[in-house]
C-alpha cells in the first residue's frame, strides 16, 4: 500500500513539473511582440493582472488535475462489489461554491481598475496621434507642429515621444482593423465611422513590433507596423523634418522618375501625395504617402524590412525593396488592392513599366527622404 | 383520409437506401445524423490539417492567402454547425427516447425532415469547395468585410444561406425535443429523475430556439444588403459596424453552451456508471445546467472587449463572465465527486469522460483569463484564443462526443468496440490534443494573432508551431484508428449484450440494438437511475440474474409505430435547391452594378415549389395508414 501511494506521488509530481516547465519555457520576453516584455504602463498593468490571474488559475490547475489522478489511482475498480451510493453532500457543495465565488471577486477587483486606468487617458492634453487603419496599412497623423489647422502624415512607423502620454484616435476607412503593439498596449480595435480612443506610453526608446490583430481580409497578415519610441527632442526634430517636403535631388534619372510617377499613364500620384501637410480632418488619398518614402524602415505592411544588421535603414536595402515592390507587387504581397484593382501599370498590361521606368520610378522614390 | 395526395404511394422499404430515405425511426435518424457529422466533421479535420501544414514552418506558400483564409473559415462553421451541433443532434436522436421510455419522437416526421434539411445546409457549405466560391470571411462574419463593398463574388451568400437552412434544421429539431422530453416521458418520470443527458438535451433546445432566430435576423439582413443593396452594416451609408458583432454574439454566445452543454450531459452519464455511483449533487448539477444557459445570455460582449465599448460596459460583462465560472465549476466539482468513493473502471468511454474533465477544466481557467477585460486585450484575436476554443471544444465537446460514441455504441450496434483499438485511439488524442493546442498558449502570448496565413521567422513563433503541426498528426492517427475500429466492430465485433457497463438508466434496459418500438412495455419509473435500482431490487428479491432486455418480445406485434414518409425529405430537397437558387441570385461585378440572374431565380422558384407542394402532401398524409381490418383503430 506503501508503495502504491509512492507511486501515485510521484506520478502527480512529475505531471506537475511538466506542465510548470512547459509554462516556464513558454515565457519568452525577447521575442518581438511577446507579452511578457512590457515597455510601458499599459503593457505593464496587463502583465500585472495576467500574472495574478495565472496564479489563481495555476493553484486551481494543479489542484483539479492532481485530484483527477488521485481519484483515478485511489479509487480504481479492484473487485465487483458495489460502492456506497453517496447522492451529494450540501456543505461539499457550498463549499465548492462559495470558494471560487471568492476567488473571483479578488481577481475582479484589480480587473476593474485596470479597465478603467487603461481605458481613461490620464492626460488629454497630450500628444495625439491619429492611426488609420487601410487594408492592408496603418496611417499615422501627427498634428502640425506650427500650424494646430494642419496635420502630417505618415505610414507603417509610429514615431513618439518617450516617457510621455500619447492619445491614439482609432480610425478605419474600410473595415474593421485593430492596433496592437504587444509590449506597448494591448488591442483596440479600429472600426469605421466609430473612431475608438486609447492612451499609449513608452518607458524608453526603442523599436517596436505592432500587427493587425482583427481580420481584415486577404493580407490580414501582412498588415503590419512598427513603433519608434525616441527622446523628446529626438522626436521633436523628426516631426519637423516630416513637415518639409523631401530634398530635390538633381539627378536627372531622379527627374526621370517624377515624370513617371505623375504620368497618366502610371498614375502613381492618382494616389499616392507627395506632400505630408494637409488640412486636419482632410482624408488622405488612397495610398499610403510617399513624401519621405525612403526613410521608412518597411514597406507594404512590413513585408520588406528596409533595415541592415544595426537596426538602420539602408539605403541600398530600400532600392532593393522599392524596386521588388514596383515590379511585381502582386508576388510580394498577394492580393494588394493596387496590383489587384487599381494601379494601371498592373491591372492594363499595356501600360506595364518599362525596365527604363521602373529604374528611374525607384531612383526618384528612393531619393525621398 | 384514406388515400394519400399527388398519388404516390406510402413508402413501403425494410432494407436499403429508400429505407433510409423514408425512415422515421429516431434510431435510424440518429444514425444518419452521426455519421453523415463525422463524415463533415473529418472534411473540417482535413481543412485544419491544411491550415497546420501551412503554419508548420515560418514564410511557407503552399497555400495562397485567399484559399487560408476560405479553409478557416470553412473549418470554423464546419465543425461548429456540421460537427459538434449534428453529433449532438444525433445523441439527442438515439438516447433521447430510450431514456425517456418512449417508442419514438413526439413528432417523427419532422424529425426526419429536421435531419435531411441539416444534411441540405451542409451540402451548400460544402459544395462550395468544387464551386470556387468557398466563404472567407471567418466564422464570425464581421460586418463590413462580409459586406458587398469588401467581398464579392458568392461565397459569404454560401455561408448566409447555409447557415439559414442549417437553423431551419436545428429550430426544428428543437421543437420537436422540448415536445418529446416535456410530453412522452415513462410514467412516474418526474422532471428530476431524467437522466442527466435528457436534462442538457431539453435546455439545449430551449437555448437553440431562442438563440437561432437572432443569427437568421442578422444573416437575412445581411442577405439583403448584399443582395440588393439595403444598407443594416452599410458603413458608407451610415450604419454602425457594431451592429452585426452584437447580434452574432448575442446569438454566438448561447452558441457556445448549445455545444458544450450536451458534452456535459454525456459526462454526466458516463462517469457514474463507470464509477459504479450516482452523479453527486445530481440537483446541483442540473440547476448548474440551467444557470449555465441563462447566464449564456448575459455575456456576450466579451468577445468584444477591444471593440471599444467603454469602461463601464467592458467591467460589467468581465463581471457576469467570472460568475458563469461558478456553475461551471460546480460541475466540475461534482463530477469529481461522482468519482470520489467509486468503483472505477477504466474503459474507454470512462478516459474520454475524465480526459474531458481534465481539459474542460484547462479551457475554462482560460476563459476566466479572457473574462479580465484588462489582460484580454493581449490575448484577444491571438492563437491563445485559439487554444481556449480547442480546449473547451475539441478537448471537451469532442472528447465528449467520443466518450458517447464508445459508451453508447453496444445499445446502437449489438456489437462490442475493440477496447484496445479504443485505448489507443483515446491516448493519440490526448496527447495530441495536448501537444497541439497547449503550444498555442505561448505562441498566443508570444503575439502571434489569429487567422494570418503566414508568419515571419524571427517572431519566436517557429518552433511551437511546429510542435502544434506534429500534434495535429498524431490527433489524425487517432482518428484513423477510431474509423477503423468503429467500421469493423459495427460488422464484425463481438456480440454485446443488453447491458454491457452495468448502467443506470432506462436504455440499458432493453436489448442492443434496440427494437424499433424501444420498450414493449413502457415502464413505469419509479427511481432516479431506475434501471439501476430496479436491478437493485431484483437482486434482494433474489431473482434470477437480471438479464436486460426480458423476454417478453411476443406481445411486439400490438405495437403502432408511425409509417416511413417521403415528405420530409422532398421538403428539405426543396429547401436545398432553394437555397442553392438564393446563393446566386444577384451578381455584383467590380463596378457596383446588381445583375439578377435569371437561372438562380428559376432554380429558387422550383425549389420553393419543391418545397410547397412536399409541405401540402405531408400535412395530408396520415401519421399511420388504417390498417386494413381496422381492428386496432381504438386501441391506442
Not at chain 2, 170 to 192: C, D, E, K, Q, Y
Not at chain 2, 578 to 585: D, I, R
Request: include cysteine; charged fraction near 15%.
Amino acid at each position: 500500500m506503501v508503495k502504491h501511494y509512492r507511486r501515485l506521488w510521484r506520478l502527480i509530481g512529475l505531471t506537475m513539473l511538466a506542465a510548470a516547465l512547459a509554462m516556464l519555457f513558454g515565457c519568452t520576453p525577447n521575442d518581438p511582440q511577446s507579452t511578457f516584455d512590457a515597455h510601458g504602463p499599459v503593457a505593464q498593468s496587463q502583465l500585472n493582472l495576467f500574472w495574478v490571474i495565472l496564479i489563481a488559475g495555476a493553484v486551481v490547475f494543479f489542484a483539479v488535475q492532481g485530484a483527477i489522478i488521485y481519484l483515478i489511482i485511489k479509487f480504481r475498480r479492484r473487485d465487483e462489489s458495489i460502492p456506497k451510493q453517496t447522492e451529494g453532500n450540501h456543505a461539499l457543495e457550498f463549499a465548492w461554491t462559495a470558494g471560487p465565488t471568492v476567488l473571483l471577486i479578488l481577481v475582479a477587483i484589480p480587473t476593474i481598475f485596470t479597465i478603467f486606468d487603461n481605458e481613461v487617458s490620464p492626460d488629454k492634453n497630450a500628444l495625439t496621434v491619429e492611426v488609420i487603419g487601410h487594408q492592408w496599412w496603418f496611417e499615422f497623423r501627427y498634428p502640425h507642429p506650427d500650424d494646430p489647422t494642419k496635420e502630417v502624415i505618415f505610414a507603417n512607423d509610429l514615431h513618439i515621444p518617450t516617457d510621455e502620454v500619447v492619445n491614439v484616435v482609432l480610425e478605419s476607412v474600410d473595415v474593421i482593423h485593430s492596433f496592437w503593439v504587444p509590449k506597448i498596449a494591448g488591442k483596440v480595435d479600429m472600426v469605421p465611422r466609430n473612431a475608438n480612443t486609447m492612451w499609449i506610453k513608452a518607458d524608453r526608446p526603442g523599436f517596436y513590433y505592432g500587427q493587425c490583430a482583427e481580420f481584415c481580409g486577404v493580407q490580414h497578415a501582412n498588415m503590419r507596423f512598427r513603433v519608434i519610441a525616441q527622446p523628446r527632442a529626438e522626436f521633436n526634430a523628426w516631426l519637423r523634418a516630416q513637415a518639409e517636403p523631401a530634398i530635390e535631388s538633381q539627378d536627372p534619372l531622379v527627374a526621370q522618375g517624377r515624370k513617371v510617377f505623375t504620368s497618366p499613364d502610371a498614375g502613381c500620384s492618382g494616389c499616392h501625395a507627395t506632400g505630408s501637410v494637409t488640412n486636419k480632418g482632410v482624408a488622405g488619398r488612397v495610398g499610403p504617402n510617399l513624401t519621405h518614402v525612403a526613410t521608412r524602415t518597411n514597406f507594404a505592411g512590413g513585408v520588406l524590412d528596409n533595415r541592415d544588421e544595426n537596426g538602420l535603414v539602408n539605403d541600398a536595402i530600400v532600392q532593393r525593396n522599392l524596386r521588388m515592390w514596383i515590379e511585381d507587387p502582386e508576388s510580394v504581397k498577394p492580393g494588394n488592392i493596387m496590383a489587384r484593382d487599381i494601379a494601371a501599370p498592373y491591372v492594363d498590361p499595356d501600360r506595364a513599366l518599362t525596365e527604363a521606368e521602373l529604374s528611374a520610378l525607384v531612383a526618384y522614390l528612393s531619393s525621398l527622404k | 383520409m384514406t388515400t394519400i395526395p399527388l398519388a404516390i404511394p406510402r413508402p413501403v422499404h425494410p432494407t436499403g437506401i429508400w429505407s433510409w430515405v423514408t425512415t422515421i425511426d429516431h434510431k435510424r435518424i440518429g444514425v444518419l445524423y452521426g455519421v453523415t457529422a463525422f463524415i463533415m466533421f473529418f472534411s473540417g479535420g482535413i481543412e485544419a490539417m491544411l491550415i497546420r501544414v501551412q503554419l508548420m514552418r515560418p514564410e511557407q506558400t503552399l497555400i495562397t492567402p485567399e484559399i487560408f483564409n476560405q479553409l478557416f473559415t470553412m473549418h470554423a462553421t464546419t465543425m461548429i454547425f456540421l460537427g459538434v451541433m449534428p453529433l449532438s443532434a444525433a445523441f439527442f436522436n438515439f438516447v433521447v427516447p430510450l431514456q425517456i421510455g418512449a417508442r419514438d419522437v413526439a413528432f417523427p416526421r419532422l424529425n426526419a425532415f429536421s435531419y435531411w434539411t441539416f444534411l441540405a445546409g451542409a451540402l451548400i457549405l460544402k459544395l462550395s469547395w468544387f464551386t470556387h466560391a468557398a466563404p472567407n470571411g471567418g466564422w464570425f462574419g464581421y460586418s463590413p468585410l462580409t459586406g458587398i463593398t469588401y467581398n464579392l463574388g458568392h461565397g459569404i451568400d454560401v455561408w448566409i444561406l447555409s447557415l439559414q437552412v442549417l437553423g431551419v434544421a436545428s429550430l426544428a429539431a428543437s421543437f420537436n425535443f422540448i415536445v418529446t422530453i416535456v410530453n412522452m416521458r415513462a410514467p412516474g418520470m418526474g422532471l428530476m429523475r431524467m437522466p442527466l443527458f435528457t436534462w442538457m438535451t431539453l435546455v439545449t433546445a430551449i437555448l437553440l430556439v431562442l438563440a437561432f432566430p437572432v443569427i437568421t435576423v442578422a444573416l437575412i439582413e445581411l442577405y439583403f444588403d448584399r443582395a440588393f443593396g439595403m444598407n443594416f452594416f452599410n458603413v458608407a451609408a451610415g450604419a454602425n459596424a457594431v451592429l452585426w458583432q452584437h447580434l452574432f454574439w448575442v446569438f454566438g454566445h448561447p452558441e457556445v453552451y448549445i455545444l458544450i452543454l450536451p458534452a456535459m450531459g454525456i459526462v454526466s452519464e458516463i462517469l457514474p456508471v463507470f464509477s459504479r455511483k450516482p452523479l453527486f449533487g445530481y440537483a446541483t448539477v442540473v440547476l448548474a445546467g440551467v444557470i449555465i444557459a441563462f447566464m449564456g445570455w448575459m455575456v456576450w460582449s466579451h468577445h468584444m472587449f477591444t471593440v471599444g465599448l467603454g469602461p463601464v460596459a467592458n467591467s460589467v460583462f468581465t463581471v457576469t463572465t467570472m460568475m458563469i465560472a461558478v456553475p461551471t465549476g460546480i460541475k466540475v466539482f461534482n463530477w469529481m465527486g461522482t468519482m470520489w468513493g467509486g468503483s472505477i473502471s477504466l474503459k474507454t468511454p470512462m478516459l474520454f469522460a475524465i480526459a474531458f474533465v481534465s481539459m474542460f477544466v484547462i479551457g475554462g481557467i482560460s476563459g476566466v483569463m479572457h473574462a479580465v477585460a484588462a489582460s484580454d486585450a493581449q490575448q484577444q484575436d491571438t492563437y491563445f484564443i485559439v487554444a481556449h476554443i480547442h480546449y473547451v471544444l475539441f478537448g471537451g465537446a469532442i472528447f465528449a462526443i467520443l466518450a458517447g460514441v464508445y459508451y453508447w455504441f453496444p445499445k446502437l450496434t449489438g456489437r462490442m468496440y475493440d477496447e484496445k483499438m479504443g485505448l489507443w485511439h483515446f491516448w493519440l488524442m490526448f496527447i495530441g490534443q495536448n501537444v497541439t493546442f497547449f503550444p498555442m498558449h505561448f505562441t498566443g502570448l508570444n503575439g502571434m494573432p489569429r487567422r494570418i496565413y503566414a508568419y515571419y521567422s524571427g517572431m519566436g513563433w517557429d518552433f511551437w508551431n511546429l510542435v502544434s503541426t506534429l500534434g495535429a498528426f498524431i490527433l489524425a492517427a487517432g482518428f484513423v484508428i477510431f474509423i477503423y475500429n468503429m467500421a469493423r466492430s459495427w460488422r464484425n465485433g463481438e456480440q454485446a449484450s443488453a447491458d454491457p457497463w452495468d448502467g443506470r438508466t432506462l436504455e440499458w434496459s432493453i436489448p442492443s440494438p434496440p427494437p424499433e418500438y424501444n420498450f414493449v412495455e413502457i415502464p413505469h419509473v419509479q427511481d432516479r437511475d431506475d434501471w439501476w435500482e430496479e436491478k437493485q431490487r431484483r437482486r434482494e428479491r433474489r431473482e434470477v440474474p437480471v438479464v436486460a432486455g426480458g423476454s417478453e418480445q411476443e406481445d411486439a406485434h400490438d405495437i403502432h409505430l408511425p409509417q416511413p414518409s417521403y415528405w420530409p425529405f422532398f421538403v428539405s430537397l426543396g429547401l436545398f435547391i432553394a437555397g442553392f437558387g438564393l446563393v446566386y441570385l444577384m451578381n455584383m461585378d467590380a463596378a457596383g452594378v446588381r445583375t439578377l440572374n435569371y437561372v438562380a431565380l428559376i432554380t429558387t422558384v422550383i425549389g420553393v415549389c419543391i418545397g410547397i407542394v412536399s409541405v401540402y402532401a405531408w400535412s395530408f398524409e396520415p401519421v399511420n395508414d388504417p390498417e386494413p381490418g381496422g381492428e386496432h383503430a381504438a386501441h391506442h
